[in-house]
């Protein structure tokens, strides 16, 4: 299978990485059209985002450039870009480029203030030459709480000792048995169980896709500023401990690859060029 390199299919690809690390409240606009007043067309904006941070507005472009058969990007097109900073009214501007750019374009650009970033796209045949592989594993952790027991001071009282077992006959393991002394937040014993787990990464010797690993795990609750109540009619009671018996299992699946992008920022300092890399991987149905 062959994928068809394309100026479209780059500037989805910046937009849809765009949109998936800015925060909520941001724009992400593709191919963006200006006219002027008499409606003809002027100019088309490969990337635009526009969002708020503080009372900051932020008006950012991203233009991309795929032409292989051409080399690096060259000069003359960062200074388009700058022009365009200034005549729409840009407070940040990103030059993307699947060839990288010439040593006066990374001059030029860092002068100006115009960030480059340089993508790479792979076909599946060429990525699994590069790593060996054909797709991305995606891992899932379980947790089945099977039984608890909570353990109160020995010191209590009769009342409260027979006050907890009748809150604990009446609860079931999903109900928001637990209520944190610090926050006030409740919590169930499944949640309790699955951060007990994760804080002793017991995870790390079930086998993938393999049977469920039993276990029976003793938490110890001993912060007198953070620790667990369990609400009785006679009021909050202290855990001191509870004994977990339940079943862990790690699934494991495979997801193929259709496109692998690599996405850099380029900067140059002191006459010397850095690469600081961030790999996305993309994947269509």
């Known amino acids: 299978m062959s994928v068809t390199r394309d100026g479209k299919q780059l500037e989805a690809l910046v937009a849809f990485v765009e ?6 409240g941001f724009e992400v606009r593709a191919n963006e059209r200006v006219y002027n007043d008499e409606g003809a067309q002027i100019a088309e904006l490969d990337v635009e985002i526009r969002g708020r941070i503080g009372s900051t507005n932020i008006s950012w472009l991203i233009e991309c450039r795929d032409r292989p058969g051409d080399g690096p990007a060259p000069g003359a097109w960062i200074e388009q870009l700058v022009g365009r900073r200034t005549r729409f009214g840009f407070n ?24 480059l970033r340089e993508v790479k796209a792979l076909e599946p045949e060429a990525f699994e030459n590069w790593l060996m592989i ?12 099977r039984h ?14 027979r006050a907890l077992g009748e809150a ?19 919590g169930t014993l499944d949640a309790a169980f699955l951060a007990a787990v994760n804080a002793a990464k017991l995870f790390d010797g079930v086998e993938p896709n393999g049977p469920p690993k039993s276990i029976r795990l ?12 369990v609400e009785t009619r006679l009021g909050p009671v202290r855990v001191r401990s509870i004994v977990f018996d339940g079943d862990l299992r790690q699934t494991e699946n495979l997801i193929p690859l259709s496109i692998t992008a690599e ?18 991987y993309c994947s269509s149905r």
């Open 19 to 24: 949109k998936a690390l800015l925060p909520e």
């Open 218 to 229: 003793t938490v110890t609750y001993d912060n007198d500023d953070d620790h667990f109540v």
């Open 263 to 280: 996405y850099r920022h380029q900067v140059l300092e002191y006459g010397q060029r850095y690469t600081l890399r961030h790999v996305h």
């Open 92 to 115: 940040k501007v990103t030059a993307v480029s699947t060839t990288g750019f010439a040593g006066g374009a990374v001059e030029f650009a860092l002068s100006q203030g115009i960030e």
């Open 168 to 186: 604990l006959t009446n609860a079931t393991t999903a109900g928001d048995l637990l209520r944190s002394s610090k926050t006030g937040t409740r």
């Open 148 to 161: 608890a027991t909570v353990l109160i001071d020995e010191g209590e009282d009769q009342d409260h000792f």
């Open 134 to 145: 054909r797709s991305i594993v995606s891992s899932q952790s379980e947790s089945v709480l």
